[in-house]
């Protein structure tokens, strides 16, 4: 895996005045050692970065919003917390300025 190196030590918690908080992106919500760092320093809300799902509909399912939201469900259910589940906005300009030349990108949701 990309992030298989580290041990977990630089997985913090910070504690603010509303609760323990703490954060992950994208695909590590579904590695469960990253999760148990979290869940072990007693996590209250959890914050869930993910990529902007609607670019991904009817041609990653892995990506997709089902799967993310699942993964962001399963994770205040294991970790009895809240979890707010944000994902990036990508504009047309955006999407046409980072697409550009990549016919994979260019084509509808994704499929070629």
Not at 17 to 23: C, E, L, N, T, V
Not at 72 to 78: F, L, P, R
Not at 96 to 111: F, I, R, S, Y
């Amino acid at each position: 895996m990309v992030f298989g190196e580290g041990d977990g030590s630089d997985l913090v918690i910070n504690d603010i005045a509303i609760g323990r908080i703490g954060q992950l992106s994208c695909w590590a919500h579904l590695q469960p050692l990253s999760k148990y760092a979290m869940y072990a320093q007693n996590e209250q809300i959890h914050c869930a970065a993910w990529p902007n799902l609607a670019l991904y509909e009817g041609g990653a399912c892995a990506l997709g919003h089902q799967v993310n939201n699942g993964a962001s469900m399963i994770y205040a259910v294991e970790g009895g917390c809240f979890v707010i589940a944000a994902c990036a906005l990508v504009s047309k300009e955006q999407q046409d300025m980072l697409c550009d030349g990549d016919p994979m990108k260019e084509a509808p949701h994704g499929n070629a």
